[in-house]
């Protein structure tokens, strides 16, 4: 899932990750973004309730104890837009949000600020996790990618999948099957077809394309469908078209708690984030850095994570969060010794041929998916 997309990145902030990565979403440098305001701070947030959650959790907090004056753009951001801010010295907004994927890319063109971890607190540099700790971002919510099953087809007392080679098993674990479509590149059923063959996990970066297919082909023929959105997945669990899949834990999450007979597994979850940036020239870096610094704060991450199912990158919000909600947080510490942490610097590595490892994916996928 390549900018933040849909009530849960591709929940809706996956939406807004995924969007940024294919570029498809509406300028931030639009006529709404235009007029800023010298120490005015302006900051992108998402739409829907995820940026709900941040201007409660983030913006209203840090201008109550600063003074600065903020102004969130609930919409989501495109490549486009902001390279257009850099290239023609007009930044409009200050601060970004970006998936893994995006922030790596346009880091390398840059496009961002360096970060100035002088100016964070102690504790919340012991607190973020290593992977949170950019030079040109901090990243702020968490999720992850996992094996969600049907209560009702696997219950509680039998047998069920618990690794990725478990859910190749068709034969033990007959059921209907759902795997995540590779047709962006970032966001295939790579790593869990590498675990399925056997791969250690501290191995799997980088990739064997070669054994990654392979893997594939053995569950091929058992797919009902290889999903694509957030919401396609989301519709399948709750019409129950599908016994056993991958899927984000915030739309199994939001579907257990309205009553759906789903259960999650978080054992060999794969774990994305997507990064706080500043736009490189920015007319309010100072105040951006504050903000940025503020946002890595245990307390504000709580805060969020308690508006919307997102995880905190600062691992001491877990010392604040009800034990209920953290155990539902891709970030929790328990899950993470378990879980596989998606390497997107790897993804935006160009071999001899001047392609990316994504656009590798891409090809081989297109070919695959036709045989």
Not at 127 to 156: I, R
Not at 222 to 227: A, N, P
Not at 293 to 309: E, G, K
Not at 332 to 360: C, F
Request: charged share 20%.
């Amino acid at each position: 899932m390549s900018f933040s997309i849909i009530i849960n990145r591709r929940r809706f902030l996956q939406a807004a990750s995924t969007a940024l990565a294919a570029g498809a979403l509406p300028s931030i440098a639009s006529n709404k973004a235009s007029a800023q305001t010298p120490g005015e701070l302006r900051v992108l947030v998402y739409g829907g309730d995820t940026g709900k959650a941040m201007i409660e959790a983030y913006v209203k907090p840090f201008e109550a104890e600063t003074g600065i004056k903020m102004t969130p753009i609930t919409d989501q951001g495109d490549r486009a837009s902001i390279e257009m801010m850099v290239a023609q010295n007009n930044v409009t907004v200050d601060v970004v949000t970006a998936n893994q994927g995006s922030s790596f890319e346009l880091s390398q063109k840059g496009l961002f600020e360096p970060i100035d971890y002088s100016i964070y607190r102690n504790e919340d540099l012991d607190g973020l996790a290593d992977f949170a700790k950019q030079p040109f971002g901090v990243a702020n919510v968490v999720y992850a990618f996992v094996m969600v099953y049907n209560t009702e087809k696997f219950p509680a007392g039998k047998l069920r999948p618990t690794t990725w080679a478990e859910f190749w098993d068709v034969n033990s674990f007959p059921g209907v099957r759902s795997l995540v479509s590779g047709q962006y590149g970032s966001e295939g059923p790579w790593e869990e077809a590498l675990l399925a063959d056997g791969v250690n996990p501290k191995d799997i970066y980088p990739m064997d394309l070669d054994r990654v297919f392979k893997s594939l082909d053995r569950i091929k023929p058992d797919i009902r469908k290889w999903w694509g959105t957030g919401s396609e997945i989301q519709q399948m669990m709750h019409d129950k078209a599908v016994d056993l899949v991958n899927a984000y834990d915030g739309r199994a999450g939001t579907l257990i708690k309205q009553g759906a007979p789903l259960e999650i597994n978080r054992n060999q979850a794969k774990i994305t984030w997507d990064y706080w940036q500043i736009v490189k020239g920015s007319p309010n870096a100072h105040a951006a850095q504050q903000f940025v610094a503020f946002t890595a704060r245990a307390d504000r991450q709580a805060a969020f994570s308690q508006l919307m199912p997102f995880g905190p990158s600062n691992l001491n919000a877990f010392k604040v969060l009800p034990e209920d909600i953290g155990r539902s947080l891709a970030s929790h510490p328990d899950y993470l010794r378990s879980s596989v942490l998606i390497d997107s610097k790897w993804y935006a590595e160009k071999g001899s041929d001047g392609l990316t490892n994504t656009e590798k994916l891409v090809q081989r996928w297109n070919e695959w998916i036709l045989l």
